[in-house]
């Protein structure tokens, strides 16, 4: 089974729905990310998590908003989906304390916002 | 402010030539991770490799050979006899020893039969 999963693997939602990805890990870890893809834009850091209470916003949070439930997961909601995030979006983990841990990625969730 | 640049958008090349992908990365810190990750068409993230700032060692593994030179601030990656499996986009990332990673923007590598 694979340590970091990601559920759903694929989203069509309409603009205006509320979508909610979720992240689920089986390495206990403390550390979890959420980043999203865009063609050419390499990875972009959404929200980071180093506990269940605490919670950071990365590079790109506008527009999403998440949860962290346990220290298993890890969830990122967009509460008005609009079309420009469409986008491929992972979850990630690390062990440790510091960012310079190796980050551990989910296989990923397609999202397209119609 | 850290940054890292992959100045290689795409490359192609034969099966069995070597490959080398670029990574550049600019930090003000003294201590410093890099990393190598790579996407195959799958669309999974695989992590690869991960360098501390105080080694300096050439590091090779089968056929991936990775070159840290801090005097120019790069952290090649090179395919060494390509197949058509190493295809994938790879990324370059770079974390100082504050709270997040820095990704490159990838390069996407064809390995033609």
């Known amino acids: 089974d694979a340590d970091v999963t990601q559920t759903p693997r694929n989203r069509i939602t309409k603009t205006g729905k509320r979508i909610m990805l979720e992240c689920s890990q089986t390495?206990?870890?403390?550390?979890m990310y959420w980043y999203r893809q865009d063609p050419g834009l390499g990875l972009q850091l959404i929200y980071y998590?180093?506990?269940?209470?605490?919670?950071n916003k990365g590079e790109i949070s506008d527009g999403y908003s998440v949860s962290r439930q346990a220290q298993a997961k890890f969830s990122l909601s967009l509460e008005s989906a609009i079309p420009n995030q469409t986008a491929l979006y992972f979850c990630?983990?690390?062990?440790?304390?510091?960012?310079?841990?190796?980050?551990?990625f989910g296989p990923g969730t397609r999202l397209t916002v119609l | 402010a850290q940054k890292v640049t992959q100045a290689q958008t795409e490359i192609s090349v034969v099966e069995k030539e070597d490959v080398t992908l670029d990574c550049v990365y600019e930090?003000?810190?003294?201590?410093?991770?890099l990393f190598w990750y790579k996407q195959p068409p799958s669309g999974e993230l695989v992590f690869l490799i991960r360098r501390n700032s105080f080694d300096e060692q050439n590091e090779i593994s089968g056929r991936y050979s990775w070159n840290f030179q801090k005097s120019t601030s790069s952290f090649n990656f090179t395919i060494t006899a390509s197949q058509v499996v190493d295809s994938a986009v790879y990324f370059c990332a770079l974390s100082e020893d504050h709270d997040k990673i820095i990704f490159g923007k990838g390069t996407r590598l064809h390995i033609l039969p």
């Open positions: 930090t003000r810190d003294t201590t410093y991770y």
């Open positions: 990630a983990t690390s062990e440790g304390q510091a960012s310079t841990d190796t980050q551990y």
């Open positions: 998590s180093f506990d269940v209470k605490d919670i």
């Open positions: 390495k206990g870890h403390d550390r």
